[in-house]
């Protein structure tokens, strides 16, 4: 009887909720905006979750905090061109009435601001991709300010053993720390082996906010060439930059995580791609990253110890090095793989046809015997081809194969084979 009981809770329950989320939609679908009131609890519940994920391609969304926390990652990517308003600040309600009237009102509610800035990322995305050799490109982000002697010899060795590889191309953040001394090894290194490999900077174009802490910024607000490899501008500000190179490179190296490397790498794993973790055990991924089991997952075509060690402190430098170029080189081979399969499918599992034989073989056209037996096998309707497959084992005293050929459908008393002398 009791189990009973629960079951018809249960069945209630779920009843219940179903119901509520139908209400849900309902109300949605009739508003012309949605207002969330976010807290640091139900910012982080399975049901604010839902709701926002239906909202956000549906309706405005103006979202209040109430409280200083941390966003979760999903959040963030979600409501990033929507404008937030603290609850506690002095300015609120009547910023509140405004940001609703401006919604409300028809002649302000094509505004097209957001469109454009996504537009723009796109955009310089494509323009990266169209002027680096993606392929074969490695991102790397990490901590911008580390004092630490182990940090500092694992990014040596990172950097000495991607320059042997001779095939992967640097790209650096631009920032202070462990990008820029990892990708001036690199360049050094490629230089004393006279390979191809080439280091490139991608920095924002200015940015209004002080950001001298981390970048080589001017008075100006712009930001400065970098002294070695070749520099690309694209964004108006940080945060813009780090968005379009989450959706531009399939492989973002990190190097110590920190709470300044939080948004870049939300973007990477927002749009799919592989972080490469080193030197970043869980309790050293500040922020909501510590939560993102995604970035520890082991990807497709990497070996599975050599993953392992990247986060092993007991392992010397030298040997992370090592099996961070491994990992790397496996990855980059992976996605190539995958781009091969993707436009010639038959190249990687096929092997190349023999050359024909160097005396020609003679053939003749002749018709069709009754003799013989034919096996016939339609292919396509669209097509109209016939598969005929003919026996002629019993009657090839020479031991030949028998003949394959794909043709159009005909009369059988047309039909010609190959007969070979």
Known sequence: MRHCEKSDCSCKEGTKLKQLQEEFQETVDKASLVIFILSQSSAFSKLCAQQVFYCEHRKQILPLLFGDFEFPGWMKMLIRSQRCLYVNSEEFQSTL?????RALDPTAKNCLDSDNREANI??????LKKNLDIEHCVYVSGSSLSDDPRVEAICRSVGQELAKQGNIHVVSSGTYGTSDLLSQVFHKESLNLSNDSKVWHVLPERDSKDKSKYYNQCGDS???LKEFGHTLFCG?????KESIVGRCFRVCLLIVGGSYSIHEIEEFVWSDRIVVPVNCPDVAVEGNLKATAKLYQLPPGVDETDWKS???SSKPPKEIGSAVA???????????NQNLNATHPSELSTPLLSDPPSTPTLTRFSKLSPTKEIDTETISAATSTTDLTFNNINNNSSGAPPT??????????????????
């Open 326 to 336: 491994r990992v790397l080189s496996a990855l980059l081979q992976h996605f190539r």
């Open 310 to 312: 990247l986060n092993d």
């Open 404 to 421: 394959r050929l794909d043709r159009p459908t005909l009369n059988r008393a047309e039909t010609e084979v190959f007969d070979t002398e």
């Open 122 to 127: 796109s955009l310089a995305a494509q323009y």
């Open 222 to 224: 712009t930001f400065a």
């Open 97 to 101: 009435l405004n940001q609703v009237k």
């Open 236 to 240: 108006n500000s940080v945060w813009e």
